[in-house]
């Protein structure tokens, strides 16, 4: 059975500041996707990394995919106010029939 | 390019009552989904569809849930008597018919429907 592990679940910072949330699955997944959700709305997709070694950027957020270690990373450079958010990642649990398998949810605060 | 609909937005109700969602996906979009998200956890997969067939519905609780996607197009769910643990976010979301070469799998999500249940 497919699980997806995300740390830290909760994550406030200041803005200007780096950090990383981390996406761990149990069992072969090539495909990762991650979404952002705002109080209140629905699933926004940011990225979807379908390969070992996919990177992606857009603007100060970067996500990359380790498909060997079973780890994807989002990274936040420079975090500013607008990025506060609750962030999901998903793998794929089935690639033919596209079930994708959430992590918990990391719900970071960005701090003037 | 119009998104995933889902009605309504909001409903109360009382244990033991039922309560319906609508969902209509994104035009072309031939597999359907039902995600239940219970506050402060990640969305958990109800149901799949692919067209009018069920796909997936082993996390369906079958004595209280049902679902249905007459014609391919627009999906009702359904809870019938609901219970105070089916308080959560009821997210349809839609995904192109299969995994081509270009198809990336991205499921597309609606609004959400919040039940809650006294």
């Known amino acids: 059975e497919l699980k997806v592990e995300q740390n830290p679940l909760f994550l406030s910072m200041q803005e200007g500041k780096n950090y990383t949330i981390y996406c761990n699955y149990s069992?072969?997944?090539?495909?990762l996707y991650w979404y952002r959700q705002d109080p209140g709305k629905s699933l926004e997709s940011l990225f979807v990394?379908?390969?070992?070694?996919a990177v992606k950027q857009e603007g100060r957020l970067m996500a990359s995919l380790d498909t060997k270690a079973r780890l994807s990373t989002l990274h936040i450079t420079a975090a500013v106010h607008d990025l506060s958010a609750t962030y999901f990642c998903?793998?794929?649990?089935?690639?033919?029939?596209?079930?994708?398998?959430f992590g918990q949810g990391t719900r970071l605060t960005i701090n003037p | 390019e119009a998104g995933v609909a889902q009605s309504p937005r909001y409903k109360i109700i009382e244990k033991r009552q039922s309560v319906a969602f609508w969902c209509n996906p994104i035009?072309?979009?031939?597999?359907l989904y039902w995600y239940q998200q219970i506050l402060g956890q990640g969305p958990k997969l109800l149901i799949q569809?692919?067209?009018?067939?069920?796909?997936?519905d082993s996390q369906l609780p079958k004595d209280r849930f049902s679902a249905e996607r007459l014609k391919g197009v627009d999906s009702t769910l359904k809870i019938q008597p609901a219970k105070l643990e089916d308080s959560a976010v009821y997210l349809c979301?839609?995904?192109?018919?299969?995994?081509?070469?270009?198809?990336?799998?991205?499921?597309?999500f609606g609004e959400g429907s919040r039940l809650t249940v006294l």
């Open positions: 979301a839609s995904s192109p018919r299969s995994i081509k070469r270009l198809n990336t799998g991205e499921l597309f």
């Open positions: 069992t072969t997944s090539d495909r």
């Open positions: 990394l379908l390969s070992n070694g």
């Open positions: 998903a793998a794929s649990r089935d690639m033919g029939a596209q079930k994708l398998v």
């Open positions: 035009s072309g979009h031939a597999t």
């Open positions: 569809f692919q067209n009018n067939g069920v796909v997936d």
